[in-house]
Every structure is written in C-alpha cells, then in structure tokens.
C-alpha cells in the first residue's frame, strides 16, 4: 500500500516571523488615539456636568431672590450646549472604543449586548456611521441653540428659519431610511 504523498512544508524564513509579528503588534500603536479620545470624553463630560450643576444653582439663586428678570431663553440656550458638550463626549467614547475593537480585541461585554449596541462596531464604516448619526445630532442641536438667538426683522427670516426646520427633518428623514 503507498503512502499519500505530502507535500514538502514551507518553512517561513526567521526574519519574515519577526516582521510579523513586530507588524502585527504594531496594531498597539491605535491606543495612542484610543487612551486620549476617552480622556477627552471624560473631560467633556466633568464639564457638562459641571455645566449643568451651574445652570440648576443660577436657577435657584432666581427663584429665590424673586425672579424678577427674565431667565428662560439663557437657561435653555445653557442646557442646549451643555447636551451638546455630552454629545461630543460620546462621540469620543464611540470612537475609543470603536478603535480599540476593530484593532485590539473584542469587547465582551459589547457582545453580550448585541450587534446594535453603539460600542459594537465591525468595520471602520460601521464606525463611521456610528459617529456621523451622533455628531449630525450635535449639529441639530447647535442649530437649535442658534435659532434661540434669532430675532425676525423680516417676514422672509421667518420663511428662511422654516426652510432650515424642513431641511433638517428632510436630513433624520434620509437617516432613517439608511438605517433601514
């Protein structure tokens, strides 16, 4: 009976392993931008928070002095940019965690939580997308604080703000449809 014939193993030269894996390691390098976007997602969010506590004790201070100017319009324009500010800092955590994913390892916990979760991302366009929905949220919200300021001269302001509005809701509607 004749043996099956095997084929003759190629042997990876030495130098080439050690390339590989100095290559593969390489993949490290990411936490460099990694440990740096949650840093700043933590200092975003110690300033929101702080941003918030800030706008509760403003209020306070005016209700029990006796409220007698007008403080609404300041605190809503102060609360849309501290949730902006909360906003940017996730987009930071997305983007760590993202990162550290698709370069590093998987993250359990992500896992346990399914593929729809915002920390489980596949691919650098899942990232992406990921990211581009938050901050078009932003820019929805900063355009909000921004409407708060305008004052109508002209009936055409008007017509120009509801153009705006519609363009907007014409830009969440096309994002849910790609979603879909």
């Known amino acids: 009976m004749a043996e099956?014939?095997?084929?003759?193993?190629?042997?990876?030269?030495?130098?080439?392993?050690v390339l590989e894996r100095v290559l593969w390691s390489s993949r490290y390098l990411v936490l460099v931008a990694i440990v740096p976007s949650l840093l700043g997602a933590l200092a975003l969010l110690a300033v929101g928070?702080?941003?918030?506590?800030?706008?509760?004790?403003?209020?306070?201070?005016?209700?029990?002095?006796?409220?007698?100017?007008?403080?609404?319009k300041d605190l809503v324009k102060e609360i849309v940019v501290?949730?902006?500010i909360y906003l940017i800092a996730v987009v930071l955590v997305i983007f760590g965690l993202g990162l550290y994913?698709?370069?590093?390892?998987?993250?359990?916990?992500?896992?346990?939580?399914?593929?729809?979760?915002?920390?489980?991302?596949?691919?650098?366009d899942q990232?992406?997308?990921?990211?581009?929905?938050?901050?078009?949220?932003a820019v929805i919200i900063e355009f909000f604080r921004a409407v708060?300021?305008?004052?109508?001269?002209?009936?055409?302001?008007?017509?120009f703000l509801a153009v705006s509005v519609l363009a907007l809701?014409?830009?969440?509607?096309?994002?849910?449809l790609a979603r879909k």
């Open 49 to 72: 928070t702080a941003d918030i506590f800030a706008i509760v004790g403003t209020a306070v201070q005016h209700y029990s002095e006796g409220g007698a100017r007008e403080i609404h």
């Open 148 to 159: 708060t300021d305008i004052t109508f001269a002209e009936p055409l302001d008007a017509i």
């Open 101 to 124: 994913r698709l370069f590093i390892a998987p993250i359990p916990q992500t896992e346990e939580q399914g593929r729809k979760h915002p920390f489980n991302v596949e691919s650098f």
């Open 4 to 17: 099956p014939r095997q084929e003759p193993e190629t042997q990876t030269p030495g130098w080439q392993r």
């Open 169 to 176: 809701a014409a830009a969440l509607w096309l994002m849910s």
């Open 82 to 84: 501290a949730v902006d």
């Open 127 to 137: 990232l992406k997308d990921k990211i581009a929905r938050v901050v078009i949220l």
